[in-house]
C-alpha cells in the first residue's frame, strides 16, 4: 500500500489536459527538464526567500488580466475533454532522476479524468465526478476518497475543473520564446503540498506540465498524440472496484 500510495501523491499533483486536434510538430519531441522554463528551474531551491518573493511580486499577473494569458483562457474555456499518452519524470530536490513513467490520459470536464500507467507499473487514477479511486493491479488495492477533498486546489483541479482557476491559483509569470509559451501559477491556499504549477503551450496549445512540490521535487509531464473534444461518455469514467482487491475507503454513495 505504501509504494501506491506514494507513487499516487507523485503524480496526482500534476495530473492534468489540453486543446487541439493533434499536438503540434514541435511539441511531439520530448523536453528534457533543462529546456523547461526558468520559473520551473528557479524554484527547485528554496523559493521562501525574501530575493524570490520580490521577484515574483514583480511578475504577478493583475487581476484585471481575467483568469490569465491568452493560451490558458483557450485551454479553460474550450476544452471539454482530452485524450493523450503521456511521459513523466520525477526529480528530487537536488535534480537527480528518482522515477519515469508512461501511459494514457483522459479528461472529461467537470471532474472526471482517467491517468492510466502502464510503466512502471501498472495503476489507474480516476476520478468519477464524485470520489477518486485509486488502482494497483499488481498489489491488487484500491483506495477511495471524496473527489472535492482530493484535489482541492491542486493541478488535477486546474485541469478537470469548471475553469475557475483564480478561485486556486494566482498567475505569477509568463514568459516565451518564439510559439513557445509557460504560464507559472501558484496555490492560494496555504499549506498544500506543491510550490508551483507550469504550463507549457505550443502555439496555443498545451503540451507540458510541471510541478514543484513542497520538498523541491520536479514532476514533468508531457504530453503526445494529443485530441480533444471527443465524445467520450460519463460512463468512461466509471470505476468498479475488481471483485479480488482490498477496498479502502468508502465512495460517496450519489457516485455509485
Known sequence: MKRAKAFALAIMP????????????????????????????DEVPDTQSSAAQDEASQTRVPEADGVGPGSLDRFLEDTRTLRAEFSQELLDGGGNLVETASGTFSLKRPNRFLWSYSEPFEQQVVADAENLWIHDVELEQVTVSPLEGAIASSPAMLLSGDGQVRDGFEIVETSGDGAITWISLEPREPGVDFRSVQLGFDAGELFALVLVDALGQVTSIQFRNMAVNLEIEDEFFRFEPPADADVIGEPVDNAR
Open 14 to 41: 500534476g495530473l492534468l489536459a489540453a486543446t487541439a486536434a493533434v499536438t503540434p510538430a514541435g511539441a511531439q519531441d520530448e523536453v528534457s527538464l533543462t529546456q523547461l522554463p526558468a520559473a520551473a528551474q
